[in-house]
């Protein structure tokens, strides 16, 4: 969300990043590689059966830091050439506002005093309104939903080597990849980089979407959402 939901059938072009050998996954030929924004499909670093779609943030190179209080990406970017620009680049939220989407959270609490004896499993659940804003990176805008009521579990975010914590390298042929549900994805902050030889394609169009929940039959078919995928 907002860019994809349950129920979406897309349209991937999977040989947009480059032709491979079906059985190594090694690739043959060049063709484009993953530009900011881009919405990518691959295989996930840590189960090759698993097929993930995130959007790409950090190319090679590139310094990522993440603010988990106010959501907003900070990046330097080509580290790797001799005379980069050492500059580091606020990535702002553009037209912020009140979405229409919801996400339920469940919140661990501090123990409570519950007939004489303590509840150390307390639980609470809450449906959070999510705020939609506008990112702009590259020559790509797209729309994120987050709320600032929500901390990110930055204690399980992948920690790379001389690196503070929420701040990454990308190294090279790997690529930082976030979700557009800032508060509900596990993407890069939390298993790292994908590598190049992971990648399947670029999700270009959504050719069907049927409105419906998770894990419940369709109930109609979303005519509005068929279209490019940005």
């Not at 060049?30 to 059966?49: E, M, R, T």
């Not at 580091?88 to 037209?95: A, C, K, L, M």
């Not at 004489?116 to 809450?126: A, G, P, Q, T």
């Not at 976030?178 to 990648?199: A, E």
Request: glycine content about 4%; overall charge positive; some cysteine.
């Amino acid at each position: 969300m907002p860019t994809l939901l349950v129920g979406d059938f897309i349209l991937v072009q999977k040989f947009t990043y480059g032709i491979k050998n079906p059985i190594t996954n090694n690739i043959l030929i060049n063709v484009n590689k993953p530009k900011y924004g881009d919405v990518i499909v691959f295989k996930h670093p840590k189960n090759s059966n698993l097929n993930y779609i995130k959007r790409v943030i950090g190319l090679p190179g590139d310094k990522i830091t993440y603010n988990f209080f106010t959501k907003n990406l900070i990046i330097q970017f080509n580290t790797f050439k001799k005379n980069y620009n050492k500059k580091q680049t606020f990535i702002p939220h553009i037209n912020t506002k009140q979405s229409d989407f919801f996400q339920l959270f469940k919140y661990d609490i501090e123990p409570m005093f519950l007939n004489n004896s303590y509840d150390y499993n307390k639980k609470i659940e809450k449906n959070v309104n999510l705020n939609i804003c506008t990112e702009k990176l590259g020559q790509s805008k797209y729309k994120i939903l987050f709320s600032k009521e929500i901390i990110d579990n930055n204690d399980i975010y992948f920690k790379q080597p001389n690196q503070e914590k929420g701040t990454w390298i990308v190294p090279k042929d790997m690529y930082f990849v976030m979700g557009d549900n800032r508060d509900n994805s596990l993407d890069s902050r939390y298993w790292g980089f994908v590598p190049k030889k992971n990648l399947i394609g670029k999700a270009i169009f959504i050719w069907m979407s049927f409105k419906k929940t998770e894990n419940s039959w369709p109930t109609s078919i979303r005519i509005n959402r068929i279209g490019s995928i940005h």
